[in-house]
T-cell receptor, first 109, second 115 residues
Framework: SQELEQSPQSLIVQEGKNLTINCTSSKTLYGLYWYKQKYGEGLIFLMMLQKGGEEKSHEKITAKLDEKKQQSSLHITASQPSHAGIYLCGAPSGYALNFGKGTSLLVTP | GAVVSQHPSRVICKSGTSVKIECRSLDFQATTMFWYRQFPKQSLMLMATSNEGSKATYEQGVEKDKFLINHASLTLSTLTVTSAHPEDSSFYIC???????????FGAGSRLTVL
């Protein structure tokens, strides 16, 4: 089965700083999804990547999928307290998604 | 858009009782819904795939008699935790796939606490 490894496990950054979260797959990715979860709440869809080398941006968040389609990164520029939460990468497993363990982000003033 | 509603958001029950959690797709029809479980500080684990009009497909290690899933309509799937025990306490999240879309929409989750 496909395993997704996320790093770091947790991250504390000062407001205004940039940060990067990584997601590495044990197998070739045929799609990679990024979601954000507020503590104790549901998941909010951020972005989906499918092609090797693809990069997408939304507001201050940029996600990339490497050419080999085994690693994705999520980059946040000029972090804000509203970016705090758990970031999860997910890969298709049938019609469902298989998720990594998540990266917990805390943004301090 | 695609909106998925889950109810209740929080439920506390006594050990041995059964609890039903509802998952509704509000503005689209979902032939397939998914139920996940999340333990504190851990990722989401897929429990089962709920198929409208047919039996659910359970992941390995998930007791189908413990976690009853019913998907009687194109907008509603229910998860019933039967004879709940404290170890069943968890955060349960459902998701649905809108026809023609390739993005799963998630409900807000239901936190179950079994005393």
């Amino acid at each position: 089965s496909q395993e997704l490894e996320q790093s770091p496990q947790s991250l504390i950054v000062q407001e205004g700083k940039n940060l990067t979260i990584n997601c590495t797959s044990s197998k070739t990715l045929y799609g990679l999804y990024w979601y954000k979860q507020k503590y104790g709440e549901g998941l909010i869809f951020l972005m989906m990547l499918q092609k090797g080398g693809e990069e997408k941006s939304h507001e201050k968040i940029t996600a990339k999928l490497d050419e080999k389609k085994q690693q994705s990164s999520l980059h946040i520029t000029a972090s804000q307290p509203s970016h705090a939460g758990i970031y999860l990468c997910g890969a298709p497993s049938g019609y469902a998604l298989n998720f990594g363990k998540g990266t917990s982000l805390l943004v301090t003033p | 858009g695609a909106v998925v509603s889950q109810h209740p958001s929080r439920v506390i029950c006594k050990s041995g009782t059964s609890v039903k959690i509802e998952c509704r797709s509000l503005d689209f029809q979902a032939t397939t819904m998914f139920w996940y479980r999340q333990f504190p500080k851990q990722s989401l684990m897929l429990m089962a795939t709920s198929n409208e009009g047919s039996k659910a497909t359970y992941e390995q290690g998930v007791e189908k008699d413990k976690f009853l899933i019913n998907h009687a309509s194109l907008t509603l799937s229910t998860l019933t935790v039967t004879s709940a025990h404290p170890e069943d306490s968890s955060f349960y999240i459902c998701s649905a796939l809108k026809g023609g879309a390739n993005v799963l929409t998630f409900g807000a989750g239901s936190r179950l606490t079994v005393l």
